[in-house]
């Protein structure tokens, strides 16, 4: 079983920039595909980033494409999301997530994801 825990979220201005970390627990993530999701008040939880096992590949909603950074560690066993020229669209709760299967492909599918954090929550203000 894996406990994920999301740090590094706030209030930040537009046009800031935030880095979560997502530490895990419980087992290593090296095999397995590591994701961010958030979900904004009132809106279904949505995909974010996602990287694969040895961070070969990763993938971003068309939303974050060029402004946010998805990478991992998987010495420390933590997944990072560095956000930069963040705007009030991008406030939401962030949830870290992890697939189950080993060597899997990376998913945009909320669905796809076996794992989650608690979240962390991110305010950005005009």
């Known amino acids: 079983q894996m406990q994920l825990v999301e740090s590094g979220g706030g209030l930040v201005q537009a046009g800031g920039s935030l880095r979560l970390s997502c530490e895990v627990s419980?087992?290593?993530?090296?095999?397995?595909?590591m994701g961010w999701l958030r979900q904004a008040p009132g809106k279904e939880r949505e995909f974010v980033a996602a990287?694969?096992?040895?961070?070969?590949?990763?993938a971003y909603a068309d939303s974050v494409k060029g402004r946010f950074t998805i990478s991992r560690d998987n010495a420390k066993n933590t997944v990072y999301l560095q956000m930069d020229s963040l705007n009030v669209e991008d406030t939401a709760d962030y949830y870290c997530?992890?697939?189950?299967?080993?060597?899997?492909?990376?998913?945009?599918?909320?669905?796809?994801?076996?794992?989650w954090g608690r979240g962390t929550r991110v305010t950005v203000s005009s």
């Open positions: 997530a992890a697939r189950r299967a080993f060597f899997g492909s990376v998913s945009s599918r909320v669905h796809d994801y076996d794992y």
């Open positions: 419980g087992r290593t993530i090296s095999n397995n595909v």
């Open positions: 990287i694969r096992w040895d961070a070969g590949k990763t």
